[in-house]
């Protein structure tokens, strides 16, 4: 995808780092409102036929949601005498 993403439009490839089923089939990103996004989609089956099943993460969520290693423990530890 360039560099200018449009709003409501995304991408999709085929997962080849796929290890387990609980892994997605298709990985990719998307603009839905403004909102960037990550996309995630299995390949199933049910009884109308073939679909895929997709999940929606917000990019900046998961980046914030990462824990920072240079994060300190809260300041009420340094109450503890030893």
């Known amino acids: 995808m360039n560099s200018e993403e449009k709003d409501m439009t ?3 490839f085929v997962n ?10 298709w990985k990719g990103r998307a603009v839905i409102g403004g909102r960037k996004v990550w996309v995630s989609a299995w390949k199933k089956e049910g009884q109308k036929g073939k679909y895929l099943s997709l999940s929606f993460q917000d990019r900046d969520e998961q980046n ?3 824990p920072n290693n240079r994060e300190r423990r809260p300041q009420e530890d340094s109450d503890i005498p030893w």
């Open 10 to 12: 995304g991408v999709m």
């Open 16 to 25: 080849d780092r796929k290890e387990s089923d609980n892994h997605p089939d």
């Open 64 to 66: 914030r949601s990462k």
